[in-house]
């Protein structure tokens, strides 16, 4: 593997890029117009522009992908996360083209990424999935086959993700609409139109545990604790899940181990859990790519988990063993999006003036953005990812508070001070939580002091300044900010 093209963009890209870095191996980055002054243009040893109607379609034309591979040299493409990280079709056309896609094999993506497929493969060898039903829409008797369920369900798209294609009904007279719903937002945006009905629990966390393998041999990585969502999308991440017990968590992540090994995994993989509060788990689907939320599980353990990526699909045995992954500490992550918070969740837009991340010891920022970047509806709106580190979830609580005060970001509003607000709660703190944990609590913003009103107040007005003044300009802030910024 020699040179290895990055097929995505932002934080997730540079993380890529570091990795490749390190390891001595030329890098490839492709970029749409709108990002061609990103960090990841800069960092990559090369760099290629890509073209689409919008962003994300550029990110999507396969052809275009392949074609730029063909003519720079690149024998290998890692696709991150989102995008075509579990395009099966992706996956083929590389490999008919001789490059490697890192990644496993097409195959196995066909398998484990159709939730209907992969239940059904996991549920015929012995591992407990929820009770669920595949439905036909177009059949006026499907709603016959739903007689034994137990209400409330939810309605899930088989090739679904991100909280499209999904919704919990509650009553059975409301579930038809729900379905055809589910089943035209799928086909919108997975070109899949098949759902099918599971089982919801009210009271449940979403634990995953992150694996490596080989094809032949498979290892995990631990658990991490993922049930502070919004709409079935995750906002805060921990490793470990302070819910297990140590036999609960050797059940679970050998259930993990054994859908991996079942199904000859090959490269980083997550296999997701639904753990109820009397105790039990079942398969709900595994993502066979890197996660967003996968530096956890690197800071839990010491572990680069795309490097290990890199070296199994270069062709690499796995190198490590069980008994080489030793838990230290508690490892804490929050997603910073440009939203309104406090209203709903609303996307927010605009032109990002100033950042500033947080320095210190166990201390990680992930993140794509810098001055100057316009913020738009065209992408995710995750703009980075701020990751602790600490010997207990106690220290990496309140080294995530303090992480969440220093980190600056001034142009566009971001779910910064909600995620404080969380980090508050009482609940939080003591591990109370299962996944509608955000939709049953009001998060209130924590009251600011004066200090900190009178700050903010004049970053504001510098804020406005330099945006005037500035124009399209990337105005140096910290140059005005003085002794706050400081």
């Keep these: 593997m020699k040179k290895v093209l990055v097929a995505n963009r932002g934080e997730i890209a540079l993380r890529v890029l570091e990795s490749l870095q390190r390891l001595g191996i030329a890098s490839v980055a492709i970029y749409h117009e709108s990002d061609r002054l990103s960090p990841v243009v800069q960092q990559a040893d090369e760099a290629f522009e890509i073209y689409g109607e919008t962003p994300s379609a550029a990110h999507l034309d396969i052809e275009q992908i392949i074609a730029l591979c063909k003519d720079n040299g690149v024998d290998a493409v890692h696709p991150c996360y989102g995008f075509l990280s579990e395009n099966t079709k992706f996956a083929k056309a590389l490999e008919e083209q001789g490059i490697i896609f890192v990644g496993p094999s097409a195959e196995v993506i066909e398998l484990m990424g159709d939730k209907i497929a992969s239940r059904d493969f996991v549920s015929a060898n012995g591992f407990p999935v929820p009770p669920s039903i595949t439905v036909d829409i177009d059949d006026p008797s499907f ?174 045995s796995l190198a490590l063993c069980q008994s080489d992954i030793v838990a230290n500490g508690h490892a804490l992550e929050c997603r910073i999006c440009a939203e309104d918070a406090f209203n709903d969740f609303m996307p927010a837009t605009g032109k990002v003036l100033a950042v500033r991340a947080p320095q210190g010891e166990g201390v990680r920022f992930d993140s794509g953005i810098y001055a100057g970047q316009r913020v738009t509806t065209a992408f995710d709106p995750m703009l980075a990812k701020l990751i602790v580190h600490a010997p207990s979830r106690e220290g990496a609580i309140s080294k995530m508070q303090a992480a969440l005060g220093e980190l600056v970001i001034l142009g566009v509003k971001t779910n910064i001070d909600y995620l404080l607000a969380l980090l508050d709660h009482d609940k939080i703190h003591f591990g109370d939580f299962d996944t509608n944990f955000i939709k049953n609590h009001d998060i209130k913003p924590l009251p600011l002091s004066e200090d900190v009103k009178h700050a903010a107040l004049s970053v504001a007005m510098l804020a406005e300044k330099e945006s005037q003044l500035m124009a399209d300009k990337t105005p140096d802030l910290y140059s005005y900010i003085g002794a706050w910024s400081n």
């Design 143 to 316: 709603m016959g086959q739903l007689q034994d369920m137990q209400f409330p369900v939810v309605v899930k798209a088989s090739a679904g993700g991100g909280g499209k294609g999904m919704s919990i009904v509650r009553r059975p007279e409301d579930l038809a609409a729900a379905a055809r719903v589910a089943a035209s937002e799928a086909l919108k945006y997975f070109g899949d139109g098949r759902v099918y009905v599971e089982r919801f629990f009210e009271s449940a966390r979403h634990i995953e545990v992150q694996i490596l393998g080989d094809g032949d041999n498979v290892i995990h990585c631990g658990e991490r604790e993922c049930s502070i969502q919004r709409r079935f999308q995750k906002v805060i991440e921990e490793s470990p899940s302070i819910a297990l017990t140590a036999e609960a968590r050797q059940q679970i992540c050998e259930a993990a181990v054994g859908i991996a090994k079942t199904a000859k995994y090959s490269s980083a993989g997550t296999v997701e859990f639904l753990y109820t509060d009397q105790g039990e788990f079942f398969f709900l689907e595994m993502n066979t790519r890197i996660q967003v939320e996968h530096p956890v599980s690197e800071m839990v353990y010491d572990l680069d988990l795309v490097e290990q990526q890199l070296r199994i699909a270069a062709g690499e």
